[in-house]
């Protein structure tokens, strides 16, 4: 007896694919398999000659009053706090990166700004691109093109953000909480590099799935009439195995819960001895470090409880939700390009170094960082321990050297 057929496999099974038309074309195969798991709608399906019509995979809202919110908020809005962050960024790098402000916790905070530079980046191209998408074929084309690469680079740059302002935050912690023994230790350029090291490795693997959860097909644009190119998801992507292990429990743990409570905890803990604490910390730039993590929980909470509560929320909110994400997707640019304000607001080291660099003022202090002033400092190697050791030995084996007499006449002076 044969074994009943699935109603999504039968779907596929009757799509109809123009006569005259190859019907081994990869294409095909993949509009199919997405049938088949009931990724897409089969009545979406539609031919232009042999090409499939664009669209397939891709819905834009209909809806006017979103279309206009969206295209101020994240077609215009957006890609100008983009250009700013980008441009304060390249300044927060920059000075971060001058020898006088040489300190464990401004190099975490001189990587925080090159990641979040790849997050504006990206979140220009992959949001508001996406705006006007509709509008173009060459922008259709572009985003089509690109999307499937850009959006796991983007992630990795966000990654790299959390984990970034992770280390800042603990760095700050033990610069200002724990003992001068263990300050030292963590300022270290061997502890620096490991852990800044590690985050970039992780931010990779950690991303490497989404390089896999979509695919481009060429399509024809009905409305634009023109060839153009759209991202397809892949079946891993709604694997509920997949969903459930990956985007709700990892997610949680390594982007959102997590790091979100850790640098609650940490910087409860920094305020309680910065008010209450006898540290000898810089009140300066430890404000500012707490006002970014602060920043950084207040500007991602929005994007934990969407993917948290996506399913619920979508239910319950219907179209309204794309506001929620929207406004979302801002936050997180928004997060990425303001924190050049805090630091200039509110650390007097970074404002110092950037106007004696940009205006020629002559600094005010030479505090590097959050805490007390330790710098990067580096494990003497064996070969300068024994260098050291046997130029004292020198200096110690060297007969004393009287002072010259000077004889005048008779007299000895």
Same mark, same amino acid.
């Given at each position: ?23 081994? $074309? ?10 088949? /798991? ?23 809202? =209909? ?9 101020? *908020? ?8 983009? !250009? ?13 990166? $001058? ?11 001189? #990587? ?8 504006? %980046?990206?979140?220009?191209? %992959? ?5 006007? $998408? ?15 690469? !850009? ?6 740059? &966000?990654?790299?953000? !959390? ?11 033990? &610069? ?33 799935? /989404? ?6 097909? @060429?399509?024809?644009?009905?409305? %634009? ?5 759209? *991202?397809?998801?892949?079946? %891993? $992507?709604?694997?509920?195995?997949? &969903?459930?292990?990956?985007? +709700? ?34 009140? @300066? ?34 179209? +309204? ?6 406004? #979302?997707?801002?936050? *997180? *640019?928004?997060?990425? #390009? ?13 404002? @110092? ?30 070969? =300068? ?5 046997? #130029? ?10 009287? &002072? ?6 008779? @007299?000895?002076?």
């Amino acid at each position: 007896m044969d074994e009943p057929v699935d109603i999504y496999e039968q779907a596929a099974l009757n799509m109809s694919i123009p006569d005259g038309c190859d019907v081994n $074309r990869a294409v095909y195969a993949s509009i199919k398999q997405l049938i088949s /798991h009931d990724i897409i709608d089969p009545s979406l399906v539609g031919f232009q000659n042999c090409e499939p019509l664009c669209g397939i995979c891709y819905h834009g809202s =209909k809806e006017w009053d979103y279309i206009r919110f969206n295209i101020i *908020v994240i077609g215009i809005i957006l890609p100008i706090v983009g !250009v700013f962050g980008i441009v304060g960024n390249a300044i927060s790098a920059f000075v971060y990166s $001058r020898p006088e402000m040489k300190c464990s916790t401004n190099f975490y905070l001189f #990587s925080l700004a090159c990641s979040d530079t790849g997050v504006v %980046l990206t979140g220009i191209f %992959l949001f508001s691109l996406e705006t006007f $998408r509709p509008f173009s074929l060459t922008v259709a084309r572009m985003s089509g093109q690109l999307s499937a690469i !850009v959006y796991p680079m983007g992630m990795i740059a &966000q990654t790299c953000s !959390v984990y970034f302002t992770m280390c800042a935050g603990v760095d700050c912690f033990v &610069q200002v909480c724990l003992p001068e023994k263990i300050r030292r230790l963590f300022s270290r350029k061997e502890t620096v590099n490991f852990l800044a090291i590690c985050v970039v490795i992780f931010s990779v693997l950690y991303n490497v799935p /989404h390089f896999f959860e979509g695919f481009v097909i @060429d399509c024809y644009h009905k409305e %634009l009439g023109g060839m153009s190119r759209e *991202v397809c998801p892949a079946t %891993l $992507r709604y694997n509920e195995l997949y &969903q459930s292990i990956y985007y +709700k429990y990892m997610y949680a743990i390594f982007l959102a819960v997590g790091p979100l409570i850790t640098l609650i905890v940490l910087n409860t803990f920094i305020i309680g001895f910065s008010v209450f604490g006898s540290s000898a910390s810089n009140t @300066d730039d430890t404000m500012s470090l707490i006002l970014v993590v602060l920043l950084f929980i207040s500007c991602n909470t929005i994007a934990l409880i969407i993917n948290i509560f996506e399913s619920y929320l979508s239910e319950t909110l219907g179209s +309204k939700i794309n506001y929620i994400v929207d406004l #979302s997707n801002f936050l *997180v *640019v928004f997060n990425s #390009s303001f924190n050049i304000i805090i630091y200039i607001k509110y650390s007097r080291p970074f404002a @110092d170094t950037l106007f004696s660099y940009f205006c020629r003022r002559k600094p005010k202090t030479e505090s590097p960082g959050p805490g007390p002033p330790i710098m990067i400092t580096e494990k003497p190697s064996r070969s =300068k321990k024994c260098k050291e050791t046997l #130029s004292r030995l020198l200096v110690a084996s060297q007969p004393e050297i009287s &002072q010259p007499v000077i004889q005048t006449g008779s @007299d000895v002076v």
